[in-house]
């Protein structure tokens, strides 16, 4: 069976400097993997997301995910942190059988402090 | 582009009681996926639809679960004989089918209190 884990529950940065959201993945076969961001009162969004080609994915606002296949992770990075961009963060992977239901971790909760 | 909705948002229920959620997709989204969120854990999967037809149950939805989207558009979800359990928010989430079926746009989310 697949599986997702976040390690870090909680992490909090000082606005402006760099972020780096640790996943990893267990998965047989070559995984599709998301990161979503979810913030209070909102739905989840899709920040971005891997299915093959180059490992260094680029996102919305800011973000970029670098697929590592030796290391079954697959991190979410942003050079510069705003304070909006305090929320809180889940990896995913699919497909998770017939249905294609995607597989999360269970978070990381962003703090940014100003 | 309207986004996914969900009604109501909040639902407070005393246990025993019957509810039932919607969820209106993205309208030209054939695909519709229930899932369930409880405090400090991900979303996992329920059931989804390919247009009317219900193609998968999750274990995690026991039969005092039942969810049907009888014209390929809404779904609902509806819970009978609640559960203090059953307190969680309810996540539905639409996309296309095909490679696109992983771009999955989620709703807001109805938060489930069963007191």
């Known amino acids: 069976a697949q599986s997702v884990t976040q390690p870090d529950i909680h992490i909090t940065v000082s606005e402006g400097a760099s972020l780096e959201l640790r996943c990893n993945y267990s998965y047989g076969a070559t995984p599709y993997l998301f990161w979503y961001v979810q913030s209070p009162g909102q739905g989840l969004q899709l920040l971005l997301k891997?299915?093959?080609?180059?490992?260094l994915v680029q996102g919305i606002k800011g973000f970029e995910a670098e697929f590592k296949r030796s290391q079954s992770s697959f991190n979410l990075r942003k050079p510069s942190v705003h304070w909006s961009d305090a929320a809180e963060y889940f990896c995913?992977?699919?497909?998770?059988?017939?249905?294609?239901?995607?597989?999360f971790g269970s978070g990381t909760q962003l703090t940014v402090l100003p | 582009d309207t986004g996914v909705s969900q009604n109501p948002r909040h639902k407070i229920t005393k246990r025993g009681q019957n509810v039932t959620f919607r969820c209106d997709p993205i309208s030209e989204h054939n695909r519709l996926y229930w899932y369930r969120q409880t405090l400090g854990q991900g979303p996992e999967f329920l059931t989804y639809?390919?247009?009317?037809?219900?193609?998968?149950k999750s274990r995690l939805l026991s039969d005092r679960f039942s969810a049907e989207r009888p014209k390929g558009s809404f779904s609902t979800l509806e819970i009978q004989r609640t559960e203090q359990g059953d307190s969680a928010m309810y996540l539905c989430?639409?996309?296309?089918?095909?490679?696109?079926?992983?771009?999955?746009?989620f709703g807001p989310g109805t938060r489930l209190t069963v007191t």
């Open positions: 639809f390919q247009n009317e037809a219900q193609l998968e």
């Open positions: 995913a992977v699919g497909p998770a059988g017939s249905a294609r239901q995607l597989t």
């Open positions: 989430a639409s996309s296309l089918t095909g490679t696109r079926v992983y771009e999955q746009y």
């Open positions: 891997y299915f093959s080609g180059d490992t």
